[in-house]
């Protein structure tokens, strides 16, 4: 059994979260109801039955909030004088087990442990890295770097640092940071019109791309700042911003500035796409496909729904139900919360 400060522990890191958890354009929402201690009486009986019982754990566990879900493993514990994530781990295999424990983290606890995944071991897995870092705000941010270090007793810009290089790791770090100005409801046009100018003057206009002023101006300016800069540098520049970034930079700094400027002009509609691209030819990116519906489950599924119908002619849901199949896209379609 974990012990009390082990406990607290959890429940502190679960604290800097919550505020951001619930959103009315989640998909997944707090249960109406709600016992935990019949959840886990529940799950314990569904772990031991004789081939386990996953459309059990699947119902319970996904229609459950993140908080809810805490509450359940707690109560698991004090029932069983067992860890629940353990139990799970045991209990359920392959994809729907990645799933599974990842609906068990408190969110910034999940892109803490994705993102150190991302860097561990030879080589470095820019995707994830890129995905969550350019598209998590300041609170976000800020929750990811007090829960890394509580999991791995280590800094996430140190790692950051040590596993990247060059503009890219500077980009990187800048974000991480999580240092952008607070939105206000004060259009500054004047500022606006500079940074747009200065984007263009420090890439398409002259020769080689001044990348520092760049990350500077698209890592600390608010994002409806940005937003209006982007509009406004087409007024400059031939190009759009995206357009720009891929005539001037290459390689993972290319992806990167082209991932923050996406997340930056409609973030429900980046994760769409990215969506789409986990689930588009032969074969699935499943590790992608699960992040992204663990992470926006909570925050705007339904939004992101509604771009993807919009953009891709046919529902999220048809997707998953063309590219994955039993208990696994059971789990995916309960977070995605319906077909539109």
Known sequence: MACIHEILNKLKLEGTQSSSSQSALGSVRPFTNFDAEKDAAALETAIKTKGVDELTIINILTNRSNDQRQDIAFAYQRRTKKDLPSA?????SGHLETLILGLMKPRSQYDASELKASMKGLGTDEDTLIEIICSRDNQELQAIQAAYRELFKTELEKDIVSDTSGDFR?????????????????????????DARDLYEAGVKRKGTDVSKWISIMTERSIPHLQKVFERYKSYSPYDMQESIK?????????????????????????????????????????MLIRCMVSRS?????????????????????????DTKGDYQRALLNLCGGDD
Do not use: C, H, W
Request: glycine residues 8%; positive net charge.
């Open 88 to 92: 799970l781990k045991g209990a359920l």
């Open 170 to 194: 500077k980009l990187m770090v800048a974000l991480a940071k999580g240092k952008r100005q607070d939105e206000n409801n004060v259009v500054d046009y004047e500022k606006i019109d500079q």
């Open 247 to 287: 005539k001037e930079v290459k390689g993972d700094l290319e992806n990167a500035f082209v991932n923050l400027v996406q997340s930056i002009q409609n973030k429900p509609l980046y994760f769409a796409d990215r969506l789409y691209d986990s689930m588009k030819g032969k074969g699935t990116k499943d590790k």
């Open 298 to 322: 909570e925050v705007d599924m339904l939004t992101i729904r509604a771009e993807f119908k919009k953009k891709y002619g046919k529902s999220l849901s048809y997707f998953i139900g063309q």
